[in-house]
């Protein structure tokens, strides 16, 4: 029998529910690795990240019914990345979009973190710079929570078009 971490683990569907619910109580630690399961990376790579806590956090997961190993015989689904912005979109520069992106889910890793894409999603997928400033918009509002209207402006306008 394969120890736990030469397994490759995925979400079940109580697992796909406590993301959306989060009514299971999970703890900072415990929820970011469940948000890092993805069916594809081993779980010594996830334990790795989390430190020594990471494979008792492992087996608590799998032990709650939150995640599964994967079947070496069943091939993983996994949903297609979103697509790129289109290049072709007036005055969108894919690097500086890129750039931008990566800085705006920087900035919301300390607060937010691995929850830090998802609140970013509408600007990480913009096509034109209405669209990114909208998505910026978007997170400046959710930012403001934690640091107050005008610091988190501060904080956001630099990376608007």
């Known amino acids: 029998m394969p120890r736990s971490c030469d397994l490759t683990y995925r979400k079940t569907a109580a697992g796909q529910a406590e993301l959306a619910l989060r009514q299971a109580g999970l703890g900072p630690r415990e929820r970011a690795l469940l948000v890092m399961v993805n ?17 008792d956090t492992l087996a608590m997961l799998r032990q709650r019914g939150l995640i599964e ?20 979109a007036p005055g969108l520069d894919p690097q500086r979009h890129r ?20 609140i970013a999603e509408q600007a990480l997928r913009a096509r034109s710079p209405q669209e990114f400033n909208r998505g910026v918009t978007a997170v400046d509002e959710r930012l403001a929570i934690h640091l ?4 988190a402006a501060e904080a956001t306008d630099p990376l608007r078009w």
């Open 99 to 118: 750039q931008a992106c990566q800085a705006l889910v920087a900035l919301l890793l300390p607060y937010f973190g691995p929850d830090a894409p998802r």
């Open 39 to 55: 069916g594809q990376e081993p779980a010594q790579r996830l334990v790795e990240r989390l430190g020594e806590a990471g494979l």
């Open 69 to 88: 190993p994967v079947a070496a015989d069943r091939p993983v689904r996994v949903a297609p990345p979103p697509p790129p912005p289109s290049p072709s």
């Open 148 to 151: 107050g209207r005008r610091r």
